[in-house]
C-alpha cells in the first residue's frame, strides 16, 4: 500500500479532540478545517517546558531518497506515547518545491505519519505563503525606493543582496533582471529568486519567540549600501510593521494529529543544506510546554540540521536536548560504502561494513556535543539479519545503544524498543549538552571548528569574495553572530562525490551571506543551490485530483 492509500484508512478525530489530549481548551485554538488548527502563543509556558525531555531525530549521511527522519520521530512519538510517557511530536512544514519535484513530502510515511498528509503537503495553513509575502514586500519596497524621488535613501543597487522567493523549484529564476521597460517601471538591475523555504524570513520565524522579537528581527534585515557607504536595514525601509502584519498567524504553530491520534505539530520549513534545518523555538516550546518528552528532527545527516540546532537554535533559545536518535538504514551504509543506487536492496555484508565510518564519524560528532546517541536501524523489507547484525556489532564495540525499529510498518508498536532506550538514555541522566564553539569566536574561528571537528576537513580555503564578505562582516560589527553553513547533504564534505567518511579535504568557502535579522551568518560552500530545479521527470506528472475532489499520485 501507498502512504496516501494508508493514511485514507485511518478515522481522524476532530482537531478540538487533540487539542484537549494535548492539554489545550478546544475554545482556545483557532480552527483551520476540522483536522488543523493554529495554538495560541500565551499556552507556552518556559517553566514548565525546562521540565520537558527534548528529544533530537537526526540521520548519517542520506542518500538521495532520505533515509527516514520524519517517519522514525513520528514512530517514536508513537512509541513513548504507548509506553505512559506522554509525548508530542514536533516538525517542519513540507516545501512544494520538494513536493512537485522528487524527494516528496514531509509527512512521514507507512504506519508513521502526521494527518491529513493532502492538506500538510500542499499549502497546509498558508504560513509558506505569508512568509512568501512578507519577503516580496520587503523586495517591492527596496526597488520602490530606489525608484523613488522623494523618498529615496540613495540605496546603491550594486550592493542589495535581497532576492525574491517562491515555494517551487523553479532553476529559470535563479537569475533575473528587474525594472525593465523605462523610467515608470523603476531601476534595472540583476537579482533572483531563492526557494521560499531559503528565505531569510523563513529563518527569522523560526528563531523568533513572539511577535516584539518577530518584528525586531525582521528590521534588523541587512539590505545592502548607500552610495556613501552607509548600511541600510529593513527598519530604514520603514518595513517590519507591515512584514510582521503579514505574518500573524504564521508565527502560530499548526496542530495536527498522528495516525495513532496523538499531537502533533507543525510549523516552519527551512532547510538544512541551505538554512538551519529545524522547525520554530515556538513550536518546540510549545511542546514542551505541554509534554513529558518532545520529539523533533533537524534535516538531513548530524552534520546539516542537528549541528545548526544544537549551535543556533539551542544556544538561542537556551534548550538542552537530552539525546539524540541517529537514524541509520542498511541501503546508506552500502550506498556510502561504494555500492550503486539501483542494487542498495541486495544484500550485500561487505560493502555495507566499508560504509560504517560514516556512522562511526556522525557517533563522534554526537560525543562532541556531550549527549548520548542511541541508534535507530530504520528497518527497510530488504534488510537481512546478518546485514543489522553488524551494526548492532558496531553499536557494541562503541557501548552504545541500538534498535531495530520497524515504525513505517508497523507505527509505534515497531518503536517500542527504541522508545524504552531513549527512556533509559534520559532517566540515566547522561547527558551534558555543550555547544561546539563560542558565538563569540571570530567568523574564521567558527567555520574552522565546524569544518575540521564535524565534517573532518583538514582545513578551510576563503575565496577573494568570501574575504570580502569576512571584512564587510567586521566593518558591520557582526562577528559574534554564529555561522549556518550552507553545504551539500550527500556528503560530509563540500564535495557531493565524496562519500563514506573523506578525509584530508579542503572546504572552500566562496561567499557569505549576512542574515542580521536571523541571526546568524551563511557561509556557501561548493555549488550548492538556493533555488532547485525540477528533474526531467518532477513528481507532478503522477499527482492529479478526480471529480469528487479526491488526490491521487501523491506518494
Known amino acids: 500500500m501507498t502512504d496516501l492509500q494508508i493514511a485514507k484508512e485511518v478515522e481522524l478525530q476532530p482537531i478540538s479532540a487533540i487539542s484537549e489530549k494535548f492539554g489545550i481548551p478546544a475554545d482556545a485554538i483557532e480552527m483551520y478545517g476540522k483536522y488543523k488548527a493554529k495554538l495560541p502563543l500565551k499556552a507556552i509556558d518556559k517553566e514548565k517546558a525546562k521540565k520537558s525531555h527534548l528529544i533530537l531525530v537526526s540521520a548519517i549521511s542520506p542518500t538521495p531518497a532520505g533515509e527516514g527522519k520524519t517517519t522514525m520521530s513520528i514512530g517514536l512519538s508513537e512509541g513513548l506515547n504507548r509506553l505512559k510517557k506522554k509525548t508530542t511530536v514536533v516538525l517542519r512544514e513540507p516545501s512544494l518545491g520538494p513536493v512537485f519535484g522528487i524527494k516528496g513530502g514531509a509527512t512521514g510515511g507507512g504506519y508513521s505519519q502526521v494527518l491529513p498528509m493532502e492538506d500538510i503537503n500542499l499549502h497546509f495553513t498558508g504560513d509558506f505563503a505569508a ?273 531495530v525499529a520497524d515504525v513505517w510498518a508497523k507505527g509505534g508498536e515497531g518503536a517500542l524498543d527504541l522508545a524504552q532506550k531513549v527512556i533509559d538514555v534520559v532517566e540515566s541522566n547522561a547527558s551534558n549538552f555543550k555547544p561546539l564553539y563560542d558565538w563569540n569566536s571570530s567568523v574564521t574561528d567558527k567555520i574552522a571548528t565546524i569544518a575540521t571537528e564535524i565534517y573532518g576537513a583538514e582545513y578551510v580555503d576563503y575565496t577573494a569574495r568570501a574575504k570580502a564578505n569576512l571584512r564587510k562582516i567586521a566593518d558591520l560589527g557582526l562577528e559574534q553572530l554564529p555561522v549556518c553553513i550552507a553545504k551539500t547533504q550527500k556528503s560530509l564534505s563540500d564535495n557531493p562525490a565524496l562519500l563514506g567518511r573523506p578525509k584530508d579535504f579542503i572546504i572552500t568557502v566562496r561567499e557569505i551571506e549576512i542574515a542580521v535579522g536571523a541571526g546568524f551568518l551563511i557561509p556557501i560552500t561548493g555549488d550548492i543551490m538556493r533555488m532547485p530545479g525540477l528533474p526531467a521527470h518532477p513528481a507532478s506528472e503522477n499527482i492529479d485530483i478526480n471529480d469528487d475532489g479526491e488526490i491521487t499520485g501523491l506518494f
Open 131 to 403: 512568509i512568501e509575502k512578507a519577503h516580496n514586500l520587503l523586495a517591492a519596497i527596496i526597488d520602490n525606493n530606489i525608484q523613488s524621488k522623494t523618498n529615496s535613501l540613495l540605496l546603491d543597487p550594486r550592493t542589495i543582496g535581497w532576492k525574491r522567493v517562491m515555494d517551487m523549484n523553479d532553476r529559470s529564476l535563479r537569475h533575473v533582471i528587474v525594472g525593465l521597460g523605462g523610467t515608470t517601471s523603476g531601476v534595472p538591475r540583476e537579482t533572483g529568486f531563492d526557494i521560499t523555504a531559503a528565505s531569510e524570513i523563513m529563518a527569522i520565524l523560526c528563531l523568533a519567540e513572539n511577535l516584539s522579537d518577530l518584528k525586531a528581527r525582521l528590521g534588523n534585515i541587512f539590505v545592502g549600501y548607500t552610495f556613501d557607504k552607509k548600511p541600510i536595514y529593513a527598519k530604514d525601509l520603514k518595513a517590519e510593521g507591515a512584514m510582521a502584519a503579514l505574518l500573524k498567524d504564521a508565527i502560530k504553530p499548526n496542530l495536527v494529529q498522528t495516525i495513532e491520534g496523538n499531537p502533533a505539530i507543525i510549523h516552519g520549513g527551512p532547510f538544512a543544506n541551505i538554512a538551519q534545518g529545524t522547525n520554530t523555538v515556538i513550536a518546540t516550546l510549545m511542546g514542551m510546554s505541554h509534554s513529558e518528552y518532545t520529539v523533533t528532527e533537524a534535516g538531513f545527516g548530524f552534520d546539516l540540521g542537528a549541528e545548526k540546532f544544537f549551535d543556533i537554535k539551542c544556544q538561542s533559545a537556551e534548550l538542552k536536548p537530552k539525546a539524540v536518535v541517529l537514524t541509520t538504514t542498511i541501503r546508506a551504509l552500502k550506498y556510502h560504502g561504494g555500492a550503486d543506487l539501483k542494487s542498495l536492496t541486495i544484500p550485500d555484508v561487505e560493502t555495507l561494513k566499508k560504509g560504517l565510518p560514516n556512522l562511526e564519524k556522525h557517533l563522534e560528532n554526537i560525543a562532541k556535543f556531550q549527549v548520548v546517541p542511541v541508534i535507530s536501524i530504520n528497518k527497510f523489507t530488504s534488510d537481512t539479519e546478518e546485514e543489522i547484525q553488524v551494526i548492532k556489532d558496531l553499536a557494541a564495540s562503541k557501548g552504545i545503544r541500538v534498535a
